[in-house]
């Protein structure tokens, strides 16, 4: 069956602009959890969805946001970007919440 | 607030050596992962423990939990070169989908 599919796989943006990274679970599963991986902060918990449903989020700015489609299809945004947002943003998705399937994730740099 | 340690953060082990990498959590958790990552890939997932007691094991590598030390290891047995990678543990709260990571631990196994 088909993983988790992330797109784009690397991205180049400047600071100010805005991105939007999107996410396609496995089939069947509900639940999208985004994470942000960098050298000095390590993995960290963005927010998670579920059923088109935001159930937990983590302790980032506004500026980063997300959303769910009926389709189980995950986006996340980061508008006005910084530096220091440079990253690798992963998505898992999970059936049960009892496992999770990562995706190869999205290498965002900005400039 | 949910903090997980590992360690060690850095290994270096000969092959064909035994080793244990500890993840330590300070408040109760009903799940406990362990994944692998290679440079510049995802998550793999390697090992799901849910109950006290629980072991697990997959070829040189076996995961444990300790839930009422709220400790797990990761024990690595005769290592071998394909073995080396970061390896990371993540724990999920009670009734919760936020996973927090360790902050890794750099295997390197050395001919």
């Known amino acids: 069956k088909a993983g988790v599919t992330q797109t784009p796989r690397y991205l180049i943006k400047t600071r100010g602009q805005q991105v939007t990274l999107s996410c396609s679970p496995i089939?069947?599963?509900?639940?999208v959890s985004w994470y942000q991986q960098t050298p000095g902060q390590g993995l960290q918990f963005l927010f998670e969805y579920f059923s088109e449903t935001q159930r937990n989020k983590g302790n980032f700015p506004g500026r980063f946001s997300g959303r769910q489609f009926s389709n189980s299809r995950s986006e996340m945004n980061v508008s006005t970007l910084e530096l220091g947002d440079s990253a690798l943003y992963l998505c898992?998705?999970?059936?049960?919440?009892?496992?999770?399937?990562f995706g190869s994730g999205t290498r965002l740099t900005v400039v | 607030e949910l903090k997980v340690e590992q360690n060690p953060l850095f290994l270096s082990m000969q092959e064909g050596k035994n080793y244990t990498i500890y993840c330590n959590y300070s408040?109760?958790?009903?799940?406990l992962y362990w994944y692998r990552q290679d440079p510049g890939k995802s998550l793999e997932s390697l090992f799901v423990?849910?109950?006290?007691?629980a072991v697990k094991q997959e070829g040189r590598l076996m995961a444990s939990l300790d839930t009422k030390a709220r400790l797990s290891t990761l024990h690595i047995t005769a290592a071998v070169h394909d073995l080396s990678a970061t390896y990371f543990c993540?724990?999920?709260?009670?009734?919760?989908?936020?996973?927090?990571f360790g902050a890794g631990t750099r295997l390197t196994v050395k001919p």
């Open positions: 993540a724990v999920v709260l009670d009734n919760n989908n936020d996973m927090r």
């Open positions: 089939s069947g599963h509900r639940s």
């Open positions: 898992a998705s999970s059936l049960t919440g009892r496992g999770y399937t």
């Open positions: 408040t109760t958790s009903d799940r």
């Open positions: 423990l849910l109950s006290n007691g």
